[in-house]
């Protein structure tokens, strides 16, 4: 999706034969993670995900093009702020009767620190090191640290498609985030005061 909508949105980075081959293979390390039986699911989660997958897309797009000159912080600050505003109708008609317990509490602390602003700031920084595309590939890696925490928390079974999955998901996404080495070697005698 990265590659189709970056260029839209004027991002001109360059994804070469190795970087594609790299996310496909990502791709299918993924397909092998989670499984390829699509009869557990209907349509509609499905185009769910589809949605999902071009606003992750179009985000670091949006954020490359029209944003990279804003501090993350206030960036990220009123991303969530509009976020919780359009929540905030569906959160106020499913709100718990009672208090939620203190491991509940801890549990939605560590989400909003950690896995929101924290995890928001790093992926800022790394947009605006590698670009929009490449950035993406770390959508990648969520698949494989959700089997992990499958098996370790939940006792799920390790298969041998996850363990394939894995191997192409490292190998994709190395070969995905791999800048040109033409690039580079331009860059560097560019550096080169004369």
């Not at 029209?66 to 009123?78: C, E, K």
């Amino acid at each position: 999706m990265g590659v189709v909508i970056a260029p839209i949105f004027g991002n001109r980075e360059r994804i070469g034969p190795i970087n594609l081959a790299g996310l496909l293979l990502g791709i299918g390390g993924v397909a092998a993670i989670v499984g390829f039986d699509l009869r557990s699911t209907g349509w509609l989660p499905l185009a769910e995900m589809a949605v999902v997958a071009i606003c992750y897309a179009v985000g670091p797009a949006i954020l490359s093009r029209y944003l990279s000159g804003l501090p993350s912080v206030g960036v990220i600050a009123a991303s969530l702020a509009i976020c919780a505003v359009a929540y905030a109708p569906v959160a106020a008609l499913q709100w718990p009767h009672t208090v939620p317990t203190a491991g509940v509490l801890a549990s939605v602390g560590v989400l909003s620190l950690v896995c929101t602003a924290l995890a928001f700031l790093i992926f800022f920084a790394l947009i605006a090191e590698i670009g929009p595309v490449r950035a993406t590939v770390i959508t990648y890696i969520n698949p494989a640290v959700a089997a992990v925490a499958g098996i370790l928390v939940l006792h799920e079974r390790f298969t041998a498609g996850m363990g394939i999955g894995f191997v192409l998901v490292l190998i994709g996404s190395t070969l995905a985030t791999r800048r040109a080495r033409v690039s580079q070697a331009r860059a560097s005698i560019a550096a080169v005061p004369r």
